[in-house]
């Protein structure tokens, strides 16, 4: 009986769950803190600032969980059948997508930043730039958390979300401390999410990797 529990318990799927479900709980007390603390460090009205902004991020941010999706299912896929080729081909292809499609969110936000500072009722333009560039970048980060999921990297997942709060907490404090108010709390944001990504890169790096080599080996192919 103890060994059929623990063999029920050491399948990927199920580790995987308890580790992103104590890894969403920690994340969720540590979002909550920062919301507390930056009640407590900002004006009512830039609080309120603030909770707009990320509510419009995250509204806005939808397509970028899709993303994640088809690469979770493609990459499972894929790692199932040990197609590492086709990994590095799908890791190349949506990078390039999600880059284009990044900016050009970007772009069309900074467009629509009149008609959002009417609605909103936020004069400061600085403010709808930092968001916009959130939103993009949210998106080019989406590639590489389908793909971690796609490995079942569920453990390395959970801590990366943590470390990720943390970096957020303690640059939000930081910067609000220091001045900068909306714009520091929006910015520890930014800040947190670029760590992740560059800290996400390390266990997938073959497959980027891959994709130099195969483009360094085309090369070579041309000039011999």
Request: hydrophobic residues 55%.
């Amino acid at each position: 009986m103890k060994k059929k529990l623990l063999s029920f318990f050491n399948q990927p799927i199920i580790s995987g769950s308890f580790w992103i479900t104590a890894g969403s709980f920690v994340i969720s007390i540590g979002n909550y803190l920062f919301n507390l603390m930056m009640g407590r460090l900002l004006s009512p009205s830039d609080y309120g600032t603030m909770v707009s902004l990320i509510s419009l991020s995250i509204i806005i941010s939808l397509p970028a969980g899709i993303v994640t999706t088809v690469t979770t299912k493609f990459t499972a896929g894929f790692f199932a059948n040990k197609e590492d080729n086709k990994i590095s081909r799908l890791v190349r292809k949506f990078t390039i997508y999600t880059g284009v499609g990044g900016l050009i969110t970007i772009l069309l936000f900074i467009a629509l930043i009149p008609i959002l500072q009417n609605y909103l009722q936020i004069n400061d333009l600085h403010l709808f730039i930092l968001t916009g560039i959130i939103i993009g970048f949210g998106l080019i980060t989406s590639v590489n958390n389908g793909v971690l999921r796609g490995l079942l990297y569920f453990k390395f997942i959970a801590f990366l979300g943590i470390a990720g709060v943390i970096i957020k907490l303690v640059l939000g404090w930081y910067f609000v401390s220091r001045g900068l108010l909306v714009f520091g709390a929006l910015f520890s944001f930014l800040l947190a999410g670029l760590v992740m990504w560059v800290v996400s890169y390390l266990p997938i790096k073959r497959f980027y990797l891959a994709v130099s080599n195969q483009r360094l080996g085309l090369r070579k192919q041309v000039i011999s």
